[in-house]
């Protein structure tokens, strides 16, 4: 038994959608039909999407946006539901909103692109419309697949649903720091031409060693390895610039064979990007020395949808990017991973999207008690549908050094919580 969905216009964004909240959030098998004879001898569990309902299925009512291919202003509505706002709000259905539209316009981050024709300004967590509508601090779209999981149970008491279970994984970024060469010569020379480099930063990284605020990349991340997390991070790395490609990291690389890596990709000038991003790539190939299934982040300011096509022209098809570097919050509306929709081309993308709610650079202005209490608030919010709870720290504030020692007491207790 699985679910039937009829629709008189199947589009890709009805496809998309549909099979985000009930394949990957719900775990349930959905069908397609614009076949009403069928959909309505069908024996499985009914859903309509559409002006009417044919018959006495679950019938939720449609609002344009999934019918729609293009790209284009909303005069967007909103009714009270529970206590935060929802928008497209719709009669004679069976919520009062269209939730698939409303998960749509969220997951896409449609606005984002409304966004980038209007303002070259960064887009921000309270430019957002989740912000205005107070569920941006929620998985809301994971919430209503709840509610639908539940209207489904009252009426199709049979019916089952597969199991699912909370899942935790922090990412973790750092500077990789490239072998010295050996001899007098090679290493004058690199230590040289480093320090007169403005983009490589060597004398910031020498000044942070020598008054103590430096760290060991491979003693902090060997000290983690006595913590128990059911799922490893995801150690990201960014590489110093390098443009001569003169850098070796095989030695400086040799602790993370058996870690989970990942590129932290920088903000650079559009036109530098792909090119820069291809680079990157094979750099990191070069740490494992082998085909690793290519991950990325990107901390600064993320531009959509310029970011993820570049990602794509550079071969990475798992990102973690998404979320805001400055402020808590489900960016993307979801805590499950789903792929990313590509709103130009309509179509559904490779890239897989893992959307982290906590940073540590978005919670730096509280103490240790308020910042355990907001992460602690955020596990149980995830925990509460079963999500994937994502976070993301510079592994400086994981290290022991007293400058940084609060940071890793909260991300202790928090892993401690998150089990």
Same mark, same amino acid.
């Given at each position: 038994m699985h679910i039937?969905?009829?629709?008189?216009?199947?589009? #890709?964004?009805?496809?998309?959608? %549909?099979?985000?909240?009930?394949?990957?959030?719900?775990?349930?098998?959905?069908?397609?039909?614009?076949?009403?004879?069928h959909f309505l001898q069908s024996e499985h569990v009914k859903i309509s999407y559409s002006d009417n309902p044919l018959a006495d299925e679950l019938f939720f009512k449609s609002s344009p946006l999934l019918f729609s291919n293009?790209?284009?202003?909303?005069?967007?509505?909103?009714?009270s539901f529970s206590d935060y706002l929802v928008p497209f709000p719709v009669e004679a259905s069976a919520l009062s909103f269209d939730v698939f539209s409303a998960s749509f316009f969220i997951l896409s981050r449609y606005e984002e692109y409304l966004h980038k024709e209007k303002s070259d300004a960064n887009f921000t967590a309270r430019d957002?419309?989740?912000y205005k509508w107070k569920v941006l601090n929620r998985p809301i779209i994971d919430e209503w697949a709840l509610l639908l999981k539940n209207?489904?149970?009252?009426?199709? #008491?049979?019916?089952? %649903?597969?199991?699912?279970t909370? &899942?935790? &994984? #922090?990412?973790?970024? %750092?500077?990789?720091? *490239?072998d010295i060469p050996s001899g007098f010569l090679p290493k004058t020379k690199f230590i040289f031409t480093s320090i007169f480099n403005k983009k490589q930063k060597f004398l910031s990284g020498v000044f942070d060693d020598l008054t103590g605020l430096g760290i060991n990349p491979e003693e902090v991340i060997t000290d983690l390895g006595y913590l128990e997390i059911k799922s490893q991070p995801v150690y990201f790395i960014n590489f110093p610039t390098d443009d001569k490609n003169r850098f070796s990291f095989e030695n400086s690389a040799s602790f993370l064979k058996e870690k989970q890596i990942g590129l932290l990709s920088p903000c650079l000038p559009e036109k530098?990007?792909?090119?820069?991003?291809?680079?990157?790539?094979?750099?990191?190939?070069?740490? &494992?020395?082998?085909?690793?299934?290519?991950?990325?982040?990107q901390l600064d300011f993320l531009k959509l949808p310029a970011c993820y096509l570049h990602l794509l022209s550079a071969g990475i098809t798992s990102d973690y990017s998404m979320g805001y570097s400055d402020e808590v919050g489900f960016r993307a509306g979801t805590c499950t991973p %789903?792929?990313?929709?590509?709103? &130009?081309?309509?179509?559904?993308? *490779?890239?897989?999207?893992?959307?982290?709610?906590?940073?540590?650079?978005?919670? !730096?202005?509280?103490?240790?008690?308020?910042?355990?209490k907001t992460i602690k608030d955020f596990i149980d919010a995830v925990?509460?549908?079963?999500? !994937?709870?994502?976070?993301?720290w510079q592994l400086k504030n994981l290290s022991e050094n007293v400058k940084f020692k609060k940071w890793k007491a909260v991300f202790d207790e928090i892993l401690k919580y998150a089990g």
């Open positions: 039937i969905v009829f629709s008189p216009l199947l589009t #890709p964004r009805i496809k998309y959608i %549909f099979n985000f909240i009930f394949k990957d959030i719900l775990k349930a098998e959905v069908e397609f039909t614009g076949n009403s004879v293009k790209v284009e202003e909303l005069k967007l509505k909103t009714i957002s419309t989740q209207m489904i149970k009252k009426k199709y #008491p049979s019916f089952k %649903f597969h199991e699912k909370f &899942q935790h &994984q #922090p990412t973790i970024n %750092f500077t990789l720091k *490239p530098e990007k792909s090119g820069n991003l291809k680079r990157e790539v094979l750099k990191l190939g070069k740490v &494992q020395n082998s085909s690793i299934n290519l991950r990325s982040q %789903f792929n990313w929709y590509d709103l &130009q081309l309509e179509k559904v993308t *490779p890239i897989n999207v893992k959307s982290y709610s906590i940073s540590d650079t978005a919670i !730096h202005y509280q103490n240790v008690n308020d910042a355990t925990k509460l549908v079963d999500g !994937h709870f994502y976070s993301s």
